[in-house]
């Protein structure tokens, strides 16, 4: 009898969380309702609906908010400053120029890749686009080749990091979701995600480069010609500015695998030097002067940089807070629990749960951020009751579930077709395409490796 009752609440709580699911999807999608507000009435409505009381469910929305920006707030603000670094004193640039003078004009989308990847780990994928646009504006008026050529494996590139590496605000609310090891996370994504970058960039790239064969927008191309010939910071010391936060993150995670009690002062010296926001602030505050001071910019020129790079980030800070309020909400409303019973009970492989939650939020709401905070509220009690599960994987398939098929619902999508000079049809024809290459390449390497 006691299953019984069990059941039918079990698929109340689920029904009334589809109901608000589709509430949410609605008001963002179709009547462009701010995602802010739009994930906060949505968690109050949840918790009503599912019988908490009213002041149960402001605590639960305040904690989750609260809780969720703990970190990543930081981790944002820091990456940011570092990407506004690397931009304003051509740091970008430097790696770019290297790279195609290394491989060669024949070669040279794989480099792009490669430069899409690395500018990624530090700055957001809209960031990274604005930075590496002239980039791609100048590698293919120097060699000649397709726009699309040339952009594509920067798209990968900066997308594959954007969804799957650590510390990029996604992985890092699933790693912390789900307890995941960083170091181990950090491994994996960047061995999957080469792979599915080279796939989904180069590849698919020359592929579609060939198809479709774009002029860039002449007032674009106009601005980013005229630089000036400015002295770049050197190659080697800007590569190890961008990568530092991620060197001092798997020293951490190594010396915690060589000696997991943290018996020695080394260890904990490590363990503290790698902790995702102390990686962050050396190498924030390294940037200041191997890509600041060093370049002749003042001590005001580098306020500057860093204070007004925060601006535009205002509102993904607060959709990620209130992504985290409407997981506090399925978690303390028992919907998570709910979910977790029905989807054990029916022997669903979690890594494919997690992929395809996150998936379905994404193509609905078109936000990787979004799918990402609300599918590590979904999977969390599910994972919690698969024992033997590779968390690190089930991080990496939540990654990929959240950047499939970008489509007109997506701010990414308008911003690739308007820097591009595509039409709708185009866009959706190559960077629609690409990302979902991304996600489903990605799915099924990780799907690979979670049998050995």
């Given at each position: 009898m006691s299953t019984l009752f069990n059941m039918s609440h079990n698929a109340t709580l689920l029904l009334w969380t589809l109901v608000t699911i589709v509430f949410l999807i609605v008001l963002?999608?179709?009547?462009?309702?701010n995602p802010f507000v739009t994930l906060l009435i949505s968690a109050l409505l949840l918790g009503l609906l599912a019988g908490m009381k009213p002041l149960d469910v402001v605590n639960s929305i305040t904690s989750g908010l609260g809780g969720t920006l703990g970190t990543i707030a930081i981790v944002i603000g820091l990456g940011t400053m570092l990407g506004k670094m690397m931009a304003e004193s051509g740091g970008a640039e430097q790696i770019a120029?290297?790279?195609v003078d290394r491989f060669g004009e024949k070669r040279v989308h794989w480099a792009m890749m490669i430069v899409g990847f690395i500018v990624g780990i530090p700055v957001f994928f809209e960031v990274g686009v604005i930075l590496l646009i002239p980039i791609v504006f100048t590698v293919a008026r120097k060699t000649k080749m397709s726009l699309l050529q040339i952009g594509i494996p920067i798209l990968a590139?900066?997308?594959?990091?954007?969804?799957?590496?650590p510390p990029h605000p996604a992985p890092m609310i699933a790693i912390d979701a789900y307890g995941a090891n960083l170091g181990?996370?950090?491994?994996?994504?960047l061995v999957i995600g080469i792979i599915v970058a080279i796939i989904a960039g180069p590849l698919f790239g020359k592929f579609i480069g060939k198809r479709i064969v774009l002029e860039p927008p002449a007032e674009l191309a106009e601005q980013f010609a005229v630089k000036g010939n400015r002295r770049l910071p050197g190659f080697g010391i800007?590569?190890?500015?961008?990568?530092?936060?991620?060197?001092?993150?798997?020293?951490?995670?190594?010396a915690d695998i060589i000696d997991p009690q943290a018996t020695s002062g080394f260890t904990l010296f490590c363990e503290f030097i790698?902790?995702?926001?102390?990686?962050?602030?050396?190498?924030?505050?390294?940037s200041f002067f191997s890509l600041g001071f060093s370049r002749g910019f003042t001590k005001h020129d580098i306020s500057k940089f860093t204070s007004e790079c925060l601006a535009p980030i205002a509102t993904i800070v607060l959709i990620i807070g209130a992504g985290g309020a409407f997981k506090q909400v399925l978690i303390n409303s028992g919907v998570g629990t709910a979910i977790a019973e029905i989807a054990t009970g029916a022997h669903v492989n979690v890594i494919l749960f997690a992929w395809f939650v996150a998936a379905l939020i994404r193509v609905a709401t078109g936000s990787a951020t979004v799918a990402m905070t609300t599918a590590a509220g979904i999977v969390a009690p599910v994972l919690a009751l698969t024992p033997g599960a590779n968390v690190e994987l089930v991080v990496l398939a939540t990654g990929a579930g959240s950047i499939v098929l970008s489509h007109v619902n997506d701010a990414g999508f308008w911003m690739v077709k308007e820097f591009f000079n595509m039409t709708v049809p185009q866009t959706l024809k190559s960077w629609t395409v690409?990302?979902?290459?991304?996600s489903v390449v990605g799915l099924a390497l990780i799907l690979l490796a979670s049998v050995f």
């Open positions: 963002i999608s179709k009547y462009k309702w120029t290297t790279l590139g900066l997308s594959t990091v954007h969804g799957l590496v181990r996370t950090i491994l994996y994504s800007t590569l190890f500015t961008i990568l530092l936060p991620v060197i001092l993150m798997l020293i951490g995670s190594i790698g902790h995702e926001i102390m990686a962050l602030l050396i190498a924030v505050v390294f690409m990302e979902t290459i991304l």
